[in-house]
């Protein structure tokens, strides 16, 4: 009895042994579980997207108003550092690369003294950098080129249009009684 106990405990240590093996070569990593299953996360998005083309279009002199117009609100205001508006943006998106960046724009008074940024990125290299269905995307053609246009069979002529016979003559009676 007791050699059937002593095997039965081999036999499950071996099965359990043989299971943590198992699940150490499925290597976990924080994009997927078990290799198979991703998880969700959430997109995290804070603060105003300033890129170069609305940083250019900034010039020294501009009021408060006119920057807030082309870069929209600032995210950090300070009544102690009311000559400094502040536009902070950060991004967090799964299958693309987490990024910060930081503009600063400095006033005297109501008028824009100086505009400070970290290296910005086009509109086109921002969509480019966050962008996570990289597929090849065919971009549809929306003009037909002349070899093209050649092609095309020529168009059916119209059949006339046959005018309508005019309609009767009617004699209607005066809106106002006469004065005769």
């Known amino acids: 009895m007791s050699l059937i106990l002593s095997w039965a ?7 359990t042994l043989g299971s943590l093996a198992a699940c150490s070569s499925l290597q976990s990593t924080e994009d997927n579980f078990l290799g198979v299953i991703t998880p969700y996360r959430v997109e995290v998005v804070q603060g105003n997207v300033v890129t170069r083309e ?5 010039r020294p002199g501009m009021s408060r108003t006119q920057v807030r117009d082309i870069l929209g609100s600032p995210l950090l205001t300070d ?3 009311a000559d400094r508006w502040d536009y ?4 967090l998106r799964q299958g693309a690369q987490p990024q910060r960046r930081r503009v600063t724009a400095w006033f005297d008074g109501e008028q824009l003294t100086r505009l ?6 086009s509109e086109k290299e921002f969509v480019d950098s966050i962008d996570t269905f990289k597929r090849s995307r065919k971009v549809p053609q929306l003009a037909l080129t002349e070899e093209q246009l050649k092609a095309l069979p020529a168009p059916a002529p119209r059949p006339a ?3 309508p016979p005019p309609a009767p003559l009617r004699s209607y009676p005066p809106l106002e009684p006469s004065g005769d």
């Open 9 to 15: 405990c081999r036999a499950g240590l071996a099965v």
């Open 54 to 58: 609305m940083a250019a279009a900034i």
């Open 79 to 81: 009544i102690f550092h």
């Open 88 to 91: 902070l943006f950060t991004i």
């Open 116 to 121: 400070e940024a970290d290296d910005l990125p």
């Open 161 to 163: 249009e046959e005018t």
